[in-house]
Each structure stands twice: as structure tokens, then as C-alpha cells.
């Protein structure tokens, strides 16, 4: 006669469980630890991308369930006005991107916009210039005025940086007046700069430079004050390199704009090299 095995009590699951819940816990604190080394601002897809680049396989799908439940919240930004002010009555460049907001090779295809930011009871300005390749911005400029100058020093910033090498380079923005200006148009014509112009009132036309600064405003400027034009200088200086090397991109696979860069470089070496 062969005795039947004794029911399961189920304290052979209890091991199982409390290691799932202790993996859980470790999982819930290191994407907490992320969260907070960005500011609040990353949400479910860049906190998977930074889980991986640790080497930590979790599935993205996890990564968005453990958040939800646990509230932790990537930051979002209701939509603004614009600021750019027209000057409809200067000549404008041609659109020469048609809103194809893309390049395969860096120094083809630049955009560039400016935001404005509280300072007290007064403002600062910030101009940049974005390489629609990598989204790296490569030049800027901060003042307490919108004159052309502003547009101009972020220009000669992304041409040292790359080099001064950026003859034939699309240089895309709106038609605020600093864009239509002589200066600007002299300064681009110096460095052999190709100037594109969006149509007025268009955000679409633009996109990509509004789109960056959405993430600024979002993850920077959000819910701060600052009193000190020096101390915010200094903010903007930071998260602008912050941006180029530590934040990750949905459109570049989850990149930096620093690492896109330097795959895309010693991809094209090694092509050259074959």
C-alpha cells in the first residue's frame, strides 16, 4: 500500500516569496536612486534605459508597473505661450528643413531658439544651437537682453566647438527678430552658415528647438525661483552639461547626446578605415 504525501503546508514558498520581495525592494530603491540623480524628471522608458546601462535586466514593462505602484512619477509641464516676437516686416530666410527634424552626420543640420527665465523681477535670456544629428547642444548664450548679440555669441560658441569647420552647415529657427537681424545674417554669412526660417506663429516648424526647451522648463525651471542672475547662470551652465553628457534620449536609442557622438565617430573611422 503506497501512502499518500503529505499535504504542502507552503512554507517551502515562503523563501521564494521573500527573496521576490527583497528583489522587488532592491529594484524599487535603485530606481528611486535614479529618479532622484535627475531631478524628479525621469520617467518609466529613461529609467529602464539607465537600468540597463548598469547592467541591471529588468523588463521595461516592470520598470513602468514598480513606478505606478510605488508613485514615483517622472515630471510633466502644462504648455506655455510663446515669446519669440516676429518681425514680419524683414526679410526672411527660405525653410530649407521642411520640418524633417533629421541628419545622419553631424554639422549638417543645426536648430537654435531662445527661452526666457525669471529672475527676481527680472529676466534672463537663454539662446542655444542643437545639432539635429546628435542632439547635442553645442552652443549657448545667457544675458539680461534680447539683442542680437545674444544669437550671435550662442553661434560663435558652436563653431568653436566644432572646430570652426561648419561650411554649408543648415542653421534652423523662427523668425524672431534676432534671427532676421543683419548681425545674424553677417555672422552666418562669415562662417559660410546656411540660415532656414520657419513661418510665423508655427511651433511645428521648429519643433525640435521647442521641444528642448520643454525639457528645460520641465526639469529645471519648474517650481524654482531664483533671485540671483549669477546663481542662475550658473543652474542653466549645469543642466546644459548635464543634458550633452549624463541625460539619456528616446531619440537617440537611449543615448547621451555625448555618447551618440562618439559611436557615430568611431563608427564613420572605422568605415573610412575599411
Not at 524628471?41 to 523588463?59: D, M, T
Not at 543648415?170 to 562669415?190: E, I, N, P
Request: glycine fraction near 8%.
Amino acid at each position: 500500500m503506497v501512502c499518500p504525501a503529505p499535504a504542502s503546508t507552503g512554507t517551502g514558498r515562503l523563501p521564494a516569496r521573500s527573496e521576490r520581495q527583497a528583489a522587488e525592494g532592491r529594484a524599487v530603491a535603485e530606481i528611486r536612486s535614479i529618479h532622484a540623480e535627475h531631478h524628479g524628471a525621469y520617467g518609466a522608458p529613461r529609467v529602464h534605459a539607465e537600468l540597463r546601462s548598469r547592467g541591471r535586466k529588468i523588463n521595461r514593462k516592470r520598470v513602468a508597473w514598480l513606478m505606478r505602484v510605488n508613485h514615483i512619477v517622472g515630471r510633466h509641464l502644462r504648455r506655455k505661450k510663446r515669446t519669440t516676437i516676429a518681425d514680419k516686416t524683414a526679410p526672411a530666410a527660405p525653410d530649407l528643413l521642411m520640418r524633417d527634424f533629421s541628419a545622419e552626420a553631424l554639422n549638417t543640420k543645426w536648430c537654435g531658439d531662445i527661452t526666457y527665465i525669471a529672475v527676481g523681477s527680472t529676466w534672463l535670456y537663454l539662446a542655444t544651437v542643437i545639432d539635429i544629428c546628435s542632439r547635442r547642444v553645442i552652443g549657448w548664450s545667457i544675458a539680461d537682453h534680447m539683442r542680437a548679440s545674444l544669437v550671435t555669441d550662442a553661434i560663435e560658441m558652436a563653431v568653436a566647438v566644432r572646430g570652426g569647420r561648419v561650411d554649408g552647415v543648415v542653421f534652423h529657427t523662427d523668425r524672431g527678430a534676432q534671427y532676421v537681424s543683419r548681425t545674424f545674417a553677417d555672422s552666418c554669412r562669415r562662417h559660410g552658415i546656411r540660415r532656414s526660417m520657419g513661418r510665423v506663429g508655427s511651433s511645428y516648424d521648429n519643433a525640435l528647438a521647442e521641444s528642448f526647451f520643454q525639457g528645460l522648463k520641465r526639469e529645471l525651471l519648474h517650481g524654482r525661483r531664483w533671485t540671483s542672475k549669477a546663481q542662475t547662470r550658473l543652474d542653466l551652465f549645469r543642466w546644459l552639461a548635464y543634458y550633452n553628457r549624463r541625460r539619456r534620449h528616446s531619440a537617440l536609442g537611449y543615448l547621451t547626446p555625448i555618447e551618440f557622438e562618439q559611436q557615430l565617430i568611431t563608427s564613420t573611422t572605422l568605415s573610412l578605415a575599411a
